[in-house]
């Protein structure tokens, strides 16, 4: 893989998830890339306005998909890309999810706002070979019911997993749980000690739900959390991404929490 | 000629045959010159442009220039600039792309570098620096094809530290004064009686040019007088690292109060990192021409002491000066190790002279490790 020039690809499919986030499908352009394995993301670059890491949030067939919030210029401009537009891809780069250590375990999965775009191909990794794992819990957060992603998806899952969302802020349409994930902890069904738990969110939901999920029981050993800190290559070279002893891009974004912990803990690391 | 062979001897005529002989072979030569008030690495056209007899007096938050009574090339000591500038350049464009009519996009990688360099009379610190950069920026999955397209076919010429300056601590970080590796020649400065240079191959390229070279065979003495001027140069450093494992000193001291200490001296102005010959981090910008059709896609030198380094949405994670510094000193000394498996400093001291506060490296690993066991400044998220 060359890490440094971006592989065009073309935008072959748009979906709007929410007034700011597009989940896109991306077709390359040559030859393509080695194939993404959920917890993985790439550098995006829309040509003249920058490149930003966004992880894989799914596949059709071998065409990844990534979902986009725009919050800056670059996601902007990949947000705003039209089907057939061009953008480049570099990666994968980083670590995955370790989904083959909860074989045999239940499974809970917690999501806070667009951490739930890194977890889904996790979920539906899960439920795709639902016979090798136990119970399934997912708690998906949001800020608002506008803001919750993949709503036909979260409906599909409800089938085979316990599924529960909730808002912080509810609105006149909404009837279920309101308040922060952490508080939907004490209703998972699966037993804590037997599970292993994929964590992605804003870092302070991920530190009070690891602490909730500990507190049930969970194993620390099989916590995974995805980490976010600035990256501007992907590759190791920029230094960005460091947290403690961490290259993020290399030795993340998914970390083991024995790992995370002790680096969560110290403020401005 | 191998690097067994004996070492032999060259005068001073020697150092203009060497540009000579690089010259010949290809190689632009860099080497230290006394220019603006300093002595620093640049592009020299033959070995007039040596600093002979020059040298520098540093301090924490200084660095003179001082004049010699004897003709020493190399006792200088560190400058503000080192081959970092020359293999990891300040400013490099990655890629550029092209947008046909038809939205095809056409990328260009990195241009190849039109020079090989050749580095003469760089001493064993900045030796050990570059390799310090092959591997972080060559040693891992993703080489960095800018580094490397500059690097490989490089020739170092090392000279042997004789004369370490107020602000060095090599001996505390094991990759001085003497040279042991890294290098093609290594040359001996030696100012007893004649002026010459005991030179050493440590590669078979040095080999091949030194045979190229003036010169003669080394006596006895000159053996004894090159050991004696590295001994003695260990001998006169004064600064030395708290002698202990520092990257546990730096993960047991995340949370020291003395943080706050040296965030009431430290500027947060990045001088540190811009001299360090290590300090490795960019960032990128991406530019476009007036039609919007062509992109270009530049990296540039940047600091872990800006606010914007750690920027994510939301905000910077490292707003305050105290956490800016203690990232740069704990990598540089702590997590470098763990992500390298190596130290990130390698005592040249150039942060300790360049830091408009006199903020000094091994003082402030002292005072961490002086303030360990007092009550911590941190707090949970």
Redesign the interface.
């Known amino acids: 893989m060359n890490a440094v020039l971006p592989v065009p690809h073309r935008i072959v499919g748009r979906w709007v998830d929410t007034a700011d986030t597009v989940t896109v499908e991306l077709a390359p352009v040559g030859a393509p890339l080695p194939a993404f394995l959920p917890g993985q993301f790439a550098m995006l670059t829309a040509y003249g306005v920058g490149d930003v890491p966004i992880s894989v949030s799914g596949r059709h067939g071998a065409r990844p998909l990534h979902t986009i919030r725009a919050v800056g210029a670059v996601t902007r401009a990949l947000c705003g890309a039209a089907p057939g537009d061009v953008i480049g891809v570099r990666g994968p780069f980083g670590t995955a999810w370790d989904v083959e250590a909860a074989a045999g375990h239940d499974v809970i999965v917690v999501a806070g706002g667009i951490g739930l775009a890194p977890l889904r191909p996790v979920v539906e990794r899960v439920l795709a070979d639902r016979s090798s794992f136990g119970r399934v819990a997912v708690l998906v957060g949001a800020r608002r019911p506008a803001e919750l992603l993949y709503g036909g998806a979260r409906r599909e899952w409800a089938a085979q997993a316990q599924v529960i969302t909730t808002v912080d802020r509810a609105d006149d349409g909404w009837h279920g749980p309101v308040g922060l994930v952490t508080a939907l902890i004490p209703r998972i069904e699966a037993d804590p000690a037997a599970a292993a738990a994929f964590v992605c969110g804003p870092e302070a939901m991920m530190w009070f739900t690891v602490q909730a999920l500990l507190a049930r029981g969970v194993p620390s050993a099989r916590v995974q959390v995805s980490l976010e800190r600035t990256m501007r290559c992907g590759a190791g070279w920029c230094g960005h991404c460091q947290l403690g002893p961490l290259l993020l891009c290399r030795d993340g974004p998914v970390v083991g929490y024995p790992v995370a912990e002790p680096l969560m803990r110290v403020r401005e690391l | 000629m191998t690097s067994a062979d004996p070492p032999r001897l060259i005068g001073t005529d020697g150092l203009g045959a060497l540009f000579t002989v690089l010259r010949e072979r290809g190689y632009t030569v860099v080497g230290p010159t006394a220019r603006d008030g300093a002595v620093v690495l640049a592009e020299l056209a033959s070995a007039e442009q040596l600093p002979s007899g020059w040298s520098a007096g540093t301090e924490a938050g200084r660095y003179r220039l001082r004049r010699r009574e004897d003709g020493a090339v190399f006792a200088h000591c560190a400058g503000p600039v080192s081959a970092k500038t020359f293999v990891h350049p300040p400013r490099a464009r990655?890629?550029s792309?092209d947008?046909a009519p038809d939205?095809?996009?056409t990328?260009t990688?990195?241009e190849a570098p039109a020079k090989r360099f050749a580095f003469v009379g760089v001493h064993p610190c900045d030796v050990a620096a570059l390799g310090v950069l092959d591997r972080?920026?060559a040693g891992?999955?993703?080489p960095?094809?800018i580094y490397t397209a500059r690097r490989d076919g490089t020739f170092v010429v090392v000279a042997e530290c004789t004369e370490p300056a107020a602000t060095c601590f090599c001996t505390s970080m094991g990759t001085g004064p003497g040279a042991t590796s890294g290098f093609d020649l290594a040359l001996t400065e030696l100012l007893d009686g004649e002026h010459r240079f005991l030179a050493r191959s440590g590669s078979p390229a040095g080999a091949e040019v030194l045979a190229a070279l003036p010169s003669r065979q080394a006596g006895e003495g000159d053996l004894a007088a090159a050991s004696a001027a590295v001994r003695d140069a260990a001998a006169a450093i004064t600064r030395h690292m708290p002698d202990e494992p520092l990257p546990a000193l730096m993960a047991a001291t995340?949370?020291s109060p003395h943080w706050a200490d040296v965030a009431s001296r430290c500027l947060t102005c990045g001088n540190c990192t811009m001299v360090c010959p290590t300090c490795?981090?960019?960032?990128?910008?991406?530019?476009?021409d007036l039609t919007?059709g062509h992109?270009e896609?530049l990296?540039r030198w940047?600091s872990?002491f800006g606010l914007d380094?750690?920027?994510?949405?939301g905000g910077a994670?490292?707003?305050?000066t105290?956490?800016r510094y203690r990232?740069w000193i704990?990598?540089k000394l702590?997590?470098w190790q763990?992500?390298f498996g190596m130290s990130g400093c390698v005592g040249c001291g150039r942060c300790i002279a360049w830091c408009p506060a006199g903020i000094d490296i091994t003082r402030e690993a002292a005072a961490l490790a002086a303030s360990r066991g007092e009550p911590s400044g941190?707090?949970?998220?």
């Open positions: 990655l890629w792309a947008r939205g095809t996009v990328t990688g990195p972080v920026l891992g999955e993703h960095d094809p995340r949370e490795f981090c960019v960032t990128t910008e991406d530019v476009t919007g992109a896609h990296r940047d872990c380094f750690s920027y994510v949405h994670v490292r707003t305050s105290a956490s990232q704990s990598h702590g997590t763990d992500q941190g707090a949970e998220p």
